[in-house]
């Protein structure tokens, strides 16, 4: 298995940036692909942004959400085995719950990070 801490959310201004960290309890170059998921309230979980195996990644590598896309970036620090998602041009209804998902490790979610966007 494998623990996952994310940090990095807060309140934010419209417009404004956050970046969002993963920290992953083991060697993350081990691990194929990571993601990021948001839950807003009375909502459903939603895929954000996603490393894509090399297998199925057909030349494209990161996955987009449309409604992130151009905004947020996902990337990773293998030495610092961290995840991060840099968010940029913050929008009120990007408030919600964000988490870090190891793809190689079914189930496994961290606590979350709450990233609240006044207008």
């Known amino acids: 298995q494998v623990q996952l801490v994310e940090s990095g959310g807060g309140l934010v201004q419209a417009g404004g940036s956050l970046r969002l960290s993963c920290a992953v309890s083991r060697d993350i170059s081990s691990i194929k692909s990571m993601g990021w998921y948001r839950q807003a309230p009375g909502k459903e979980r939603e895929l954000v942004a996603r490393?894509?195996?090399?297998?199925?990644?057909?030349?494209?590598?990161?996955y987009y959400a449309y409604f992130v896309k151009g905004r947020f970036t996902i990337s990773r620090d293998n030495a610092a085995n961290t995840l991060y998602l840099q968010m940029n041009s913050l929008k009120p209804e990007d408030t919600a719950w964000y988490s870090c998902a190891a793809y190689d490790y079914p189930g496994s979610w961290g606590q979350g990070t709450q990233v609240t966007v006044s207008s």
């Open positions: 490393e894509l195996d090399a297998a199925d990644s057909g030349g494209s590598s990161i």
